[in-house]
């Protein structure tokens, strides 16, 4: 029995590291330059993880309808007729995110990564786009770090960062009249940067934080976390979570009977598949940014009726925004007749662009931020729900030019 | 000082969950001697099973508590039948690796069908809002959740302390091979134990469904806790595994009001702590070393 038990202790050791070691396969195939008449474009997200409903696998659908228009369009003009679109898991670790990037460069032919959700995976990735020379289009990572203190020629933001989410969310509820706010965010690139932004935005509306506390990242349990921000009888307590984490914390705070005391709840980022998950009664009256939402307008409502033919499900901002950046690129590409890196990036610098995405674009040339009209959306009552996805109302606009820092403000110093 | 009681209730609630489970896991180690890796999916299953019935049927968490440990009784026993039974003779290492790979499947079959966002839950309305103890003001149903999971370690421990069943379980779980020397089919009770040990882990996890969220990879970060709570406990120790459940909620609970940065860590620290001192957990027969 006793080495039984060692046996079986020292096995499970063994697994753990195991697990904690193990990745998927990397992809095949060689070469690959224009000069093989071949465009790939690599998506690399989190396929199988918390993101993976927000981006993930329906992500590729969009690049892929993304591809099918450009053909459509230029048809027997298109400079390139061999696209791939290729699919990479990075499990939101940088450590692998970076391995899969440059191994995409180097072997996969990837002329360009797309999406790379989990802010400190997408610096990791920004870097060798750096090194190789190679573009890359970050949709859903948020850290204002990619297009300020950690900006490079090659690296582009396309939807939103962290300033966006502080200057709707938390600019708006302070004025609002909650002003004294306490925040709780995970502790990992994303939820610092966030809790920076937000910090700085409630200030600059007259209001005060008074105690952020981090949390572990991935994290169940946060009663304790609750009770500690109640303490302090906030106005508001924002929290700065995401996926799973966030649905965790919602329900928790629900439960908790803060709302009972008149403490408000702020959602730094919330993506329309968090409402599905959890209920709109769960989430009912929150206000939080939404780079673009499917049912905005006419436009949004037919590219969201074909994607939800082709997936069955309707599209996140990060669906849209990975459509855009794909055909964005595919244009930039078309307009320059090949895909050497510095000449497309020619193209796409200082483009103002309007898609169904993009309201207002402009592919800022200063610090690769892609700037463009923003929502102020509210959880619609489940009563107000009209059809399946029907979550939101949006309560106004955010100007481009209020949503995003200005460009001198954003610390990049362009290089390479 | 009502800040440290709230603290206290909150960490004895989250420790409830471990506790139930950790109970699963060692009578499970006990009687099968399987380290049993798939109990963070069972947990799992647990809570997904509560949500789809609440969605279909319409079954409130009451019947949950009901219907999901049966279920998961009977899954047990099927996975018992089917796969585990045979790897009992070798060598434990190929029980571990079948849990585990059987972890991989469950949680890839829930991601296939559910997707990875989860799935909604509501609270009955009798759990919803919050108590007021002497001015200490506590979530009801985190109240509730710890005196229900104290109510079933309180009956396991009844029914493995006063029972004759419950006498042949522990038997086989602290000797084995003295329990057969005496005749006693330990094999019998194979099969019912291990759907025990997986519908305690279903229970923790219907439990959990209200104030979790129910995503197929709900048991993965619960399993790596629940393993150290089995250590500090003592390996296969029944009221260890009950013990350090509650311990490690309340580690953990302070931790996170106290130092939250290092809210997790604690509970491994503590764990290696343990080691140095007791190599056998708390509870844990010392071996004698030959």
New interface residues.
């Given amino acids: 029995m006793e080495s039984k038990r060692m046996r079986a202790g020292a096995s499970a050791l063994t697994m753990a590291l195991l697990l904690s070691a193990c990745a998927g396969a990397g992809p095949g195939g060689g070469g690959g330059a224009f000069t093989d008449d071949k465009l790939v474009l690599a998506v690399l997200n989190d396929q199988s993880g918390i993101y993976k409903d927000a981006s993930g696998p329906n992500t590729v659908k969009a690049v892929r309808m993304a591809v099918a228009d450009y053909q459509q369009k230029y048809g027997d003009k298109a400079v390139v007729t061999k696209i791939e679109v290729t699919s990479t898991d990075h499990q939101n670790k940088p450590d692998i995110a970076n391995t899969k990037a440059s191994e995409l460069y180097e072997r996969g032919g990837a002329d360009v990564i797309l999406d790379v959700p989990t802010s400190s995976a997408a610096l990791a990735v920004a870097n060798q786009a750096k090194n190789h020379k190679r573009l890359f289009l970050d949709v859903s990572a948020a850290t204002t770090a990619l297009t300020g203190a950690q900006c490079n020629k090659y690296t582009f933001q396309w939807a939103y960062n962290t300033y966006l989410l502080a200057n709707g969310t938390g600019k708006t509820v302070t004025q609002n009249g909650g002003r004294k706010w306490t925040i709780i965010y995970p502790d990992y690139e994303f939820g610092q940067n966030m809790t920076k932004s937000f910090t700085e935005a409630i200030t600059k509306a007259g209001g005060t934080v008074q105690e952020s506390i981090p949390t572990p990242f991935p994290n169940e349990n946060f009663a304790t976390f609750l009770t500690k921000a109640g303490s302090s009888a906030p106005d508001v307590i924002g929290t700065m979570h995401a996926g799973g984490d966030l649905i965790n914390l919602v329900k928790q705070f629900n439960e908790s009977g803060l709302k009972d005391d008149g403490v408000e709840l702020a959602v730094g980022l919330m993506l329309i598949n968090d409402i599905h998950s959890l209920g709109v009664e769960q989430f009912a009256g929150t206000l939080f940014t939404d780079p673009w939402y499917w049912n905005m307008d006419a436009e949004a409502r037919a590219w969201a009726d074909r994607f939800l033919a082709e997936t069955g499900t309707r599209p996140s901002f990060e669906h849209a925004g990975n459509y855009s950046a794909a055909l964005q690129y595919l244009e930039a590409v078309q307009a320059a007749g090949t895909d050497d890196a510095d000449a497309v990036i020619a193209k796409l610098e200082g483009k103002k662009v309007n898609d169904v995405f993009l309201r207002n674009g402009e592919i800022r040339a200063q610090d690769h931020s892609v700037v463009h009209d923003a929502n102020l959306a509210r959880v619609k009552k489940p009563g107000d729900v009209k059809e399946d996805w029907d979550y939101e109302e949006i309560v106004t606009k955010i100007p481009a030019a209020e949503g995003f820092p200005p460009a001198e403000a954003s610390g990049c110093a362009m290089t390479s | 000082m009502t800040?440290i009681l709230?603290?206290a209730v909150?960490?004895l609630?989250?420790g409830s969950f471990y506790a139930l489970a950790a109970l699963g896991l060692a009578v499970i180690?006990g009687v099968l001697?399987v380290?049993n890796?798939a109990h963070g999916a069972f947990y799992m299953l647990g809570a997904v099973t509560a949500a789809v019935l609440l969605d279909t049927l319409g079954l409130t968490l009451w019947w949950s508590l009901l219907a999901v440990p049966v279920l998961m009784f009977a899954f047990g026993v099927v996975v018992e039948r089917l796969l585990v039974q045979w790897l009992l003779r070798l060598?434990?290492?190929y029980n571990?690796?079948l849990t585990?790979g059987l972890t991989l499947v469950l949680v890839e079959l829930v991601?296939q069908r559910y997707?990875?966002?989860?799935?909604?839950?509501?609270?009955p309305a009798g759990l919803?809002?919050?108590v007021d103890l002497a001015g200490v003001?506590l979530?009801r149903?985190?109240l509730f959740v710890l005196l229900f999971s104290v109510l079933i370690c309180a009956l396991v421990w009844l029914v493995m302390t006063r029972s004759r069943i419950g006498m042949i379980v522990r038997a086989a779980t602290e000797k084995?091979?003295l329990a057969r020397a005496l005749g006693i089919n330990v094999g019998r009770w194979v099969t019912p134990v291990f759907g025990f040990g997986v519908a305690l882990a279903g229970l923790a996890g219907a439990l959990a469904a209200?104030?979790?969220?129910i995503?197929a990879?709900?048991g993965s970060?619960?399993a790596?806790i629940l393993?150290a709570v089995v250590?500090i406990g003592g390996?296969?120790s029944i009221v260890g595994a009950v013990v350090a459940g509650f311990l490690v909620g309340l580690v953990?609970?302070?931790g996170?009001?106290y130092a939250?940065?290092f809210?997790?860590i604690l509970i491994f620290v503590l764990m290696a702590l343990v080691i140095l001192v007791r190599p056998a957990g708390l509870f844990g027969r010392q071996?004698a070393t030959a």
């Fill in positions: 800040a709230q603290y909150q960490g609630a989250a180690f001697g380290v890796f060598d434990p290492l571990l690796l585990f991601k997707g990875v966002s989860g799935l909604p839950y509501r609270l919803q809002g919050r003001v979530p149903y985190q084995p091979d209200p104030f979790r969220a995503t990879d709900m970060n619960f790596i393993f250590v390996l296969g953990e609970a302070f996170q009001a939250p940065t809210a997790q071996e």
